[in-house]
């Protein structure tokens, strides 16, 4: 303990026992008062324990994949689909005529349809994305 008769011992006992408000990670208060400065920092307890390490685990993501043009033309739908909607491997999507011939757009796997990107009587280029299945 230090001196009671020394002032500038007094006001250091008086600095260190000071306590943090609730909130404050870290506080720091400096003094100079004739010819004489001090400084007390001061960690709360949030800073002083390290917080619990918590995990977030993430959904695994969802594997998706995309149906693509196999020919250039114009697109037309076997039904409508929508977001939702499950398909088998070998369904038939829609086709792609060109020079009258017909090009069938199949399901590459089972799965359910995440996204329609083109509509039926839409022009399509070759390897256009034209739907988009969330896998099973």
Known sequence: MSDP????????????KLELPEGLAAVTIEVEADGFAVSVSRQGQAARSAPPDVRHEEPPAERTQRVHATTVGVFSISREWSTGDAVARGDVLGGIQSLGRVAEIS???????REVLVTGGAPVEYGQALFVIALR
């Open 5 to 16: 008769n020394d002032p500038l011992l007094g006001l250091m006992d008086d600095l260190l």
């Open 107 to 113: 399901a590459p796997a089972d799965g359910e349809i």
